[in-house]
């Protein structure tokens, strides 16, 4: 599967904004995804997983009641809703696939899309 995100660039803070991952490949609905950042100077981290389903979701402590990852199988489509985003928020965003939507290891999923970056900045 090959995933393509867009969205990002430079944003206020606590204002809304969306993320998509569009996924090529006829069996994006049986994987579990999910999104990953890395910010400067820091590691990559995990934020998001979703079931292959959409019927389950985990979160990172940082994202907790601020983001909402989810997909739309039929339109090869998974989305990240980041809402009051902070400075700290600042990063770029990689979607992920293959893994297991609760596993938080970078390691543990084998399709990326490519990293764009959101800046959260007034």
């Known amino acids: 599967v090959r995933l393509q995100a867009s969205g990002g660039g430079l944003v206020r803070p606590w204002a809304p904004v969306r993320r998509s991952c569009a996924a090529s490949?006829?069996?994006?609905?049986?994987?579990?995804m999910a999104w990953f950042r890395q910010a400067p100077g820091k590691e990559r981290e995990f934020v998001a997983g979703?079931?292959?389903?959409?019927?389950?979701?985990y979160y990172a402590d940082s994202v907790k009641g601020r983001f909402t990852i989810s997909r739309d199988n039929a339109k090869n489509t998974m989305y990240l809703q980041m809402n009051s985003l902070k400075p700290e928020d600042t990063a770029v965003y990689y979607c992920?696939?293959?893994?297991?939507?609760?596993?938080?290891?970078?390691?543990?999923?084998?399709?990326w899309g490519q990293g764009t970056l959101v800046t959260v900045s007034s």
């Open positions: 979703i079931r292959w389903s959409g019927g389950s979701t």
């Open positions: 490949g006829r069996t994006f609905s049986t994987y579990d």
């Open positions: 992920a696939a293959g893994g297991t939507y609760s596993y938080t290891s970078e390691y543990e999923y084998g399709y």
